[in-house]
């Protein structure tokens, strides 16, 4: 697009900068004579907007029904339908999600834009507690005297790998400060980056506190639980040979019934 889109597109920069039509995607369908690109890019823009929320809907309300199965949220978000859908953890996080949505209309949005600094670091913060967690795996590994062999997959570039991403994370997170003082001290683009911070760190000592719980040291680390011991590499190829067979004898059986009823 850089190649075909001129830096000074008067397209680019316009009052009608919220429609499709100042999209860099559709500038360049016009310039290839497809007319009727706006409408394109605003049903791509729809489509992609409804598989993000299907797919974050998914995510959330499986993480919600794994927490009460753990015990860290209310015991009727357990539940599941005979098919093995979170009734109740759908409901929650679709009418929770439509709630967050509402603040889009109240106080100009401002509200909305603290939702979305706390959904933006949540992500980061995530990927972080990734690192970290696979640092502790590795340290407690070695701690508790067993071999790296073992492992059935060894991350490269470790503990580079882990600590990079780490420290990258950590200067993203503090760098989306950086436009609350373009233009002088943005007090709401500012707090909104990090409201996330505080409340992580809230959340994780109330949790802390109320269950009496305390950072696992390296020696208590479980390393075998939810593991495929006792399994060689060709076993584990057999087995999942076998579980891609049955999947395609069940597909095939769900085809022939619905053509036969």
């Keep these: 697009m850089g190649l075909v889109i001129p ?73 599941t339908t005979k098919q093995g859908v979170p009734l109740y953890a759908l409901l929650f996080c679709t009418l929770t999600t439509l709630g967050l949505w509402a603040f889009n209309f109240v106080g100009q949005g401002v509200v909305f834009v603290f939702l979305s600094g706390i959904s933006g670091v949540a992500g980061y913060l995530a990927w972080a507690s990734i690192c970290v967690v696979h640092i502790r795996f590795r340290m407690a590994w070695k701690r508790q005297g067993r071999d790296l062999s073992e492992l059935k997959y060894r991350a490269p570039f470790y503990p580079f790998g882990p600590v990079f991403c780490f420290v990258l994370i950590c200067v993203v997170i503090f760098g989306q400060a950086y436009p609350s003082f373009e233009n002088g001290f943005d007090s709401t683009t500012f707090f909104s980056s990090f409201i996330e911070l505080p409340l992580f760190a809230l959340f994780w000592g109330v949790w802390k506190w109320w269950r009496r719980t305390s950072v696992v040291s390296l020696d208590n680390i479980d390393l075998d639980t939810g593991a495929r011991a006792g399994f060689t590499l060709e076993e584990e190829d057999c087995m999942l040979a076998e579980m891609e067979q049955k999947q395609k004898k069940r597909k095939a059986l769900r085809v022939l019934a619905a053509i036969l009823g």
């Excluded at 316009?14 to 100042?22: N, R, V």
């Design 7 to 79: 830096y000074d597109d008067p397209r680019l920069i316009s009052e009608d900068s919220d429609s499709g039509t100042s999209s860099p995607f559709t500038i360049v369908l016009l310039k290839a004579g497809i007319q009727p690109a706006a409408h394109i890019m605003n049903a791509v823009l729809v489509t992609s907007s409804v598989s993000a929320c299907s797919s974050g809907l998914y995510a959330a309300c499986r993480t919600v029904h794994m927490m009460a199965v753990q015990g860290q949220a209310p015991k009727f978000m357990g539940r």
